[in-house]
């Protein structure tokens, strides 16, 4: 008799990750809460007995295939709200993975409302099998300097309103990431992008891009994980994702 095919790797509160290892092609589920209560920060599980082990073996992983991260959370009684605070926890665990030298460009992350009522669950998928996932979102750049050198004066209205153009018909959700290399650190930059954020959501919604459609992040410097060999010669950099509905 052959045994069941497993469907996922299932990694418990207790388990380890060295000894049940994330494998190509197969989901690996961590069966608990992986981040803080309706907060984006890892648990002390995560970064005390996961994290090593996820990043060397994502290290390992990324360019040989494409990772997905899914995270699933349902902690409040709102559907948006438990969208978005799963996406955003998505980001933040990519953003981990980057700053530990993972190819960025090969990092796509989802989000959904799927985990058991008060918790969240993540699970990660390295897989050559692409098309299914890249049917649901695609990823574009602005590679231009769409605000002022240094401040928060939007410049070029031009591509600006090229994006919104394309965020209106786009029928499903989305997010902008806005990168900045202008400020002498990382922090500054990105406390500079975290301004340029609120002047942007603000022209999205005179623009008549409603809040709930588009969540925008500020990531700082982008010269550790540029998303295009172009990037490598500007000081700004917008990177913005269409889902399908």
Do not use: C
Request: no cysteine; aromatic share 10%.
């Amino acid at each position: 008799m052959h045994d069941k095919k497993e469907t996922e790797n299932i990694i418990g509160q207790t388990d380890s990750l060295d000894q049940k290892p994330i494998r190509q092609n197969l989901t690996t589920l961590f069966d608990f809460d992986a981040f803080m209560a309706k907060g984006t920060g890892l648990t002390n599980t995560m970064t005390k007995y996961m994290m090593k082990d996820m990043v060397k073996q994502s290290r390992a992983y990324s360019t040989k295939a494409p990772l997905y991260i899914t995270v699933s959370t349902n902690e409040y009684d709102d559907a948006d709200a438990n969208y978005i605070l799963a996406l955003e926890r998505a980001y933040t665990l990519k953003r981990i993975l980057l700053q530990n030298r993972i190819e960025d460009k090969a990092v796509f992350v989802f989000a959904d409302t799927n985990a058991p009522k008060g918790h969240n669950r993540l699970r990660l998928k390295f897989t050559d099998n692409m098309e299914d996932y890249q049917k649901q979102y695609v990823t574009h750049s602005l590679n231009t300097n769409i605000f002022v050198t240094g401040k928060t004066q939007i410049k070029d209205f031009h591509k600006l309103d090229a994006m919104v153009a394309e965020l209106h018909k786009n029928q499903g959700k989305g997010e902008i990431i806005l990168y900045s290399n202008e400020l002498p650190n990382m922090e500054s930059s990105r406390q500079l992008g975290l301004e340029r954020a609120k002047v942007l959501r603000e022209y999205l919604a005179d623009k008549g891009v409603k809040t709930n459609k588009v969540l925008l992040f500020s990531w700082g410097g982008f010269q550790q994980d540029p998303i295009l060999p172009e990037s490598w010669k500007l000081d700004q950099f917008f990177q913005y994702v269409l889902r399908k509905k």
